[in-house]
């Protein structure tokens, strides 16, 4: 008798409420109920046409689709091969013209795999659509689960995984932001999925617009965890390097008898090439104590990462210590315009000079042409061989460590990670200036630090880390300081992470808020709202694992609403290191 499971659905979009004009829903397709040996077999709506040729394709039913020489552009060619947050995807292998999608109206496609999660590449025409379908296990188990999928036209830009600057219309490519986006269902651990009926679709008009280009499984981490990490955000680095290569600062949090990194693309508008890269352990500045060893992707020392894919190298055989500074060095082939970067390192990194070649396995005689102080393509380091899970911290520039010392690894992450000699393992994904609701998103360099919205980057900062199980949520001060957001609706978000944490089978901490009085950027009423969310949290009310009462570790006992003068970074906002110091210190390690 098969048993049916029903879990909540990891959205990683806000679905768009508008309605695009030029683009009204296709009609809806007859619903074929018959098995499917694979999506392309199912695929019944060609969304893709060459620039000359736009009748070639009608993607929403009035002559509209995606220009295939954009795409190209961007890395995404018939057949590529895309990493999106730790899921391997395959873009359609079909000609421009011909079909590339399926219109998601309840077709049973048969999937075979176990993993954390199954993956949708997919968007919405003529409106965001929504509907429900079913994920069907060899146990003979099933689970039902929810997609919503933005618009392509009129969809947020935050969440989307690519994004091309046209679309073909019946007159030929015109000037329009389209996007794709990866929307993600938390699979049942350990238990292989035989098949997937795609979401019975209805939107408005009762007419399916939700087009699936690919489905994948994200595999399980197996023994590794993340034991360092960053959050990308939306400061795009303003350059263009051509040739160049970059050598970078990482501290670890646990150690491990393997390593293997990330790299990240996710919001740079072209495919960026790393021609080498290798890992050592620092001596100081950019000297290593050993040389450094090359690592590998698939066995290739070359990688290309199209726009919003990522990379995972192979695992190479390496001592990694904990609590240790490495050196990540990365050589960029050919020319790398806005890449996506993590702006508030806290730490000094070194560059070459553009057009000097590959250096990533140079030692002592690295070429320090220039300081930079970001992390960038580089967004993690895993290690396997040590013990313990890993634990992320999520949150926003209290989180990053804003304030603390240069290049002294002080953030509470870091010191929280020295508590825990023998693991878990503590990773940082803190963003400065980042908000649980609102996005900072702009796709453009010299825009910001924030990021996209805690919500909306949740699953590749949190979810998609290898090795989790943890997480502390420390979110929401900056909500409640832009005066357009209230306690409840913070109170409202931060029960929404909760739930998307519990739905990928996480635990999840979260953290009360620190004290704002003083802060130029606070008032009596952000005062009122964030004593009003410390509530809440404080109560709890079963919506979390546990509390972590960071506002009671730093507050002034004779004045509640401040910060304690001695744990002050001199803003009444940030800790300083002896601040940080003081919240790792109220993280209950039994809790973790």
Not at 61 to 83: C, M, Y
Not at 100 to 108: E, K, L, S, T
Not at 114 to 124: D, N
Not at 363 to 390: H, K, R, Y
């Amino acid at each position: 008798m098969r048993r049916s499971l029903t879990v909540s659905v990891l959205l990683l979009s806000l679905v768009a409420g508008a309605l695009a004009a030029a683009t009204p829903a296709t009609a809806a397709p007859v619903s074929r109920l018959s098995d499917y040996p694979n999506l392309a077999a199912a695929f019944d709506n060609a969304g893709v046409s060459p620039a000359a040729n736009p009748g070639a394709a009608n993607l929403d039913g009035t002559g509209h689709s995606l220009i295939a020489e954009d795409l190209a552009a961007a890395g995404w060619n018939p057949g590529a091969k895309v990493t999106v947050n730790g899921t391997p995807l395959q873009f359609p292998t079909a000609a421009p013209g011909t079909p590339d999608n399926v219109i998601a109206n309840g077709q049973r496609i048969t999937l075979h795999g176990s993993g954390t999660a199954l993956s949708f590449l997919v968007t919405s025409t003529g409106t965001a659509t929504s509907g429900s379908g079913v994920v069907d296990y060899a146990d003979g188990t099933s689970q039902s689960y929810q997609l919503a999928a933005p618009d392509w036209y009129v969809g947020p830009t935050d969440a989307k995984t690519v994004s091309a600057p046209r679309w073909n219309a019946p007159g030929g490519p015109a000037a329009a932001t389209m996007k794709l986006y990866t929307l993600v269902v938390p699979l049942r651990a350990g238990v292989s999925v035989v098949r997937v009926t795609l979401p019975k679709v209805s939107d408005s008009v009762n007419q399916p617009t939700m087009h699936v280009f690919a489905l994948g499984i994200r595999p399980s981490a197996g023994p590794w965890k993340a034991s360092w990490a960053n959050g990308i955000d939306d400061s795009l680095a303003p350059w263009t390097w051509t040739d160049r290569t970059l050598r970078m600062v990482e501290h670890t949090s646990t150690g491990g008898s393997a390593v293997r990194i990330h790299l990240d693309n996710s919001f740079g508008p072209a495919p960026i090439t790393v021609g080498h890269a290798t890992i050592a352990v620092q001596k100081s500045g950019a000297q290593p104590t050993n040389a450094p060893v090359t690592l590998t992707f698939g066995g290739a020392q070359s990688v290309t990462m199209p726009s919003g894919g990522q990379a995972v190298s192979d695992g190479l055989r390496f001592a990694v210590p904990a609590d240790t500074n490495l050196l990540v060095t990365l050589y960029l082939k050919g020319a790398v315009t806005y890449a996506s970067m993590h702006s508030g390192a806290s730490q000094d990194m070194y560059s070459t000079n553009d057009g000097t070649g590959d250096h990533a396995a140079d030692g002592a005689n690295f070429p320090v042409n220039n300081l930079f102080g970001f992390w960038t393509v580089l967004s993690g380091i895993d290690v396997s061989g040590g013990a313990g899970a890993s634990v992320v911290a999520f949150g926003d520039s209290i989180t990053d460590g804003y304030n603390s010392s240069q290049n002294s690894n002080s953030r509470w992450p870091n010191f929280l990670a020295r508590r825990l000699p023998s693991g878990p393992a503590v990773v940082d994904e803190g963003i400065s200036g980042n908000r649980i609701l609102t996005d900072a998103f702009t796709g453009m360099p010299n825009t910001g630090t924030a990021g996209v919205s805690a919500l909306s980057r949740l699953d590749r900062d949190l979810v998609a880390q290898s090795g989790v199980r943890t997480a502390i949520v420390l979110e929401g001060i900056n909500d409640i300081n832009n005066t357009a957001t209230t306690a409840d609706q913070v109170i409202a978000g931060l029960k929404q992470m909760a739930a998307t944490i519990h739905a990928a089978h996480l635990r999840v901490l979260v953290g009360t808020l620190t004290p704002i009085a003083g802060c130029g950027c606070s008032n009596d009423q952000h005062i009122a709202y964030r004593d009003q969310v410390n509530a809440f949290i404080r109560a709890n009310g079963g919506v979390f694992d546990g509390v972590v009462d960071f506002d009671a570790a730093v507050r002034d006992p004779a004045n509640l609403e401040a910060m304690l003068a001695a744990y002050d970074s001199g803003d009444h906002l940030h800790p300083n290191d002896a601040g940080y110091q003081a919240m790792a210190n109220a993280v209950p390690l039994s809790a973790l």
